[in-house]
């Protein structure tokens, strides 16, 4: 690998200014790019000055969208080191999705050290005030010069970095969902497993309709009986019913994230009832009637727990919890945390240490 350093550094806000910058726009000095060429595989990577790529007007990402992207955190603990939160899973769920949209796969190991590198080499950048962190956003893009419907001959995996605020700024604070009705995210068989961007470009519909009445995100369906709860938008979803936590079980549809596999194993761990199966709509509104959904929380790297205080259903809206966080969402969120930062101890094996 090779390193070049920027001849233009950027003046990095404080960490105090973080808060106020707007999450994913602000990069830092560097990325890391890598080629890959049919009978040469993957070759040059290389940490360079953060800019444009060139790209053909013909490369046939811009065409038929043969594109993934990952996304995960590095963190500053206390002692001044800089650690991950289960890289490898990123990395192996970015084979997954290499593998499903034809894209040749990637040295999980080898690359997830590059992504080390790169981190490392920006260390300046990574914030150390509580709730900060360096957001890493590894992606591939097929970049052949080349319109026809086949997959590219040629790929571009790169690795950018955003230094990231507290995302909630006053603490954990509920969320408004509505559960979408007419439009779906994914069907069996499609693409809803893999982090491919036409599943967001499909979304966007949806998350428009949503925000213009007043939520913030959808809740999305099984596409085919419309009837099972999948997801939200960015997140995998949790609820807490009659002392049960109950999670969607992953059928093919289901983006699998990091933090949901995490959850899954913390409740476990606790000694708490945990289940990962199907759970329609018509079963969350009847245990909501007898009064016991206890919480209803999201899962995902940007957020790690985001509370939901209100749930829409046609006509049915079910406030959760009376809008408040709940005991389980706040117990999850300060022991993720607390792995993230070190300030907990790594029972699990979670935390990759970058330096
Ligand atoms: C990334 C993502 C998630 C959350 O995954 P994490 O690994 O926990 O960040 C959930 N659903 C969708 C659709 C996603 O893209």
Redesign the pocket.
């Known amino acids: 690998m090779s390193f070049e350093r920027t001849k233009l550094p950027k003046k990095r806000p404080g960490d105090e200014e973080l808060g106020e910058i707007k999450f994913g726009t602000l990069f830092t000095d560097h990325m890391l790019l890598v080629d890959y060429d049919e009978g040469k595989g993957w070759h040059d990577g290389r940490v360079v000055p953060y800019g444009p790529l060139s790209l053909d007007p013909a490369a046939c990402c811009l065409h038929y969208g043969q594109l993934i992207f990952e996304?995960m955190k590095a963190y500053r603990t206390k002692e001044g080191s800089v650690v991950m939160f289960r890289p490898d899973r990123n990395m192996a769920r970015m084979n997954e999705s290499c593998l499903r949209m034809c894209i040749p796969p990637i040295d999980e190991k080898e690359f997830l050290g590059a992504v080390a590198e790169l981190v490392k080499f920006d260390d300046a950048w990574v914030p150390s005030a509580p709730g900060t962190s360096l957001y890493v956003r590894p992606f591939i893009i097929a970049n052949e010069p080349f319109l026809g419907v086949r997959a590219s001959h040629s790929y571009l995996f790169a690795v950018i970095l955003s230094p990231v605020g507290s995302y909630f700024k006053e603490g954990l604070s509920p969320v408004k969902i509505y559960v979408e009705n007419e439009y779906v995210r994914a069907v069996r068989g499609g693409t809803g497993f893999a982090?491919c961007a036409g599943n967001y470009a499909a979304s966007l519909k949806s998350q428009e309709e949503a925000h213009q009445a007043g939520y913030s995100q959808v809740l999305w369906l099984d596409g085919i009986e419309r009837k099972y709860i999948e997801?939200v938008?960015?997140?995998?979803i949790f609820f807490v019913i009659d002392g049960e936590v109950v999670t969607p079980e992953l059928n093919g549809s289901i983006?699998p994230?990091?933090?949901?596999a995490s959850v899954i194993e913390l409740v476990k761990s606790w000694g708490m009832p945990m289940s990962e199966r199907k759970i329609s709509i018509g079963e969350l509104a009847g245990a909501y009637k007898d009064g016991k959904v206890e919480e209803a929380l999201c899962?995902?790297?940007a957020a790690v727990i985001s509370p939901i205080g209100e749930l829409k259903w046609n006509d049915n809206v079910m406030i959760i919890n009376d809008g408040r966080i709940g005991r389980v969402s706040q117990r999850l969120y300060d022991e993720i945390t607390g792995i993230q930062t070190c300030k907990l101890e790594d029972k699990f094996g979670w935390v990759y240490r970058v330096k």
């Open positions: 996304g982090k997801e938008g960015g997140m995998n983006l994230g990091v933090t949901r899962t995902g790297t």
